[in-house]
């Protein structure tokens, strides 16, 4: 059975609940037997609950192994940013702030999506849109120039504690390094 096939057959099999889901991916994934490219093939292919759980389970490996993101899954969670469902949301904006060193200079979309992010209804969403902002901030790159000041306006607006937290560490530490 190929990967793709297995990946849609644990996708739709009703008895098993998301986080089994998950972590069957994840482990997938992490050993090798499923190509992060079948991944992205099935996650672009299906619902919002499905394609979050494929999100998911990229977000727990990249963090732990980031090396294993390629460009397609950069652009990937870059496009995902844009989805409606919430949870796709913030799922793909926390991959990018695990993947965010490994691709400095192709950072420009992502932020781009990220900031349209920073300001959504949803809290967890302006949490994992804080979360990769502010790892990417760190990495000192071209886009600081004008992604510092965002981030600081943004900081200012942001009334959640936890959310706003995220941004004034990230500031405090580019501030420190220059």
């Known amino acids: 059975m190929s990967a793709i096939t297995q990946l849609a057959k644990l996708l739709g ?3 098993k609940k998301a986080k089994e889901k998950v972590a069957t991916i994840a482990a997938w994934l992490n050993d090798n037997s499923l190509p992060v490219t079948d991944l992205i093939a099935v996650a672009e292919k299906s619902d919002e609950q499905e394609k979050a759980n494929c999100i998911e389970a990229m977000e727990s490996v990249t963090r732990k192994n980031p090396a294993i ?3 397609k899954v950069l652009t990937f969670v870059t496009k995902s940013l844009k989805d409606p469902s919430p949870r796709v949301k913030w799922e793909s904006a926390r991959v990018i702030g695990n993947i965010a060193s490994q691709f400095p200079a192709k950072l420009k979309n992502s932020i781009t999506f990220l900031l349209d992010n920073a300001d959504h209804e949803g809290t967890v ?3 994992a849109t804080a979360l990769a902002l502010g790892e990417i901030v760190k990495l000192q790159t071209k886009f600081n120039t004008d ?11 942001e009334e959640n504690q936890g959310v706003k937290k995220k941004y004034v560490d990230a500031i405090k530490k580019v501030k420190r390094k220059k």
């Open 125 to 127: 969403v302006r949490w």
């Open 69 to 71: 993101a390629n460009e």
């Open 13 to 15: 099999d009703k008895s």
């Open 147 to 157: 992604l510092l000041p965002a981030l600081e306006a943004i900081c200012e607006r």
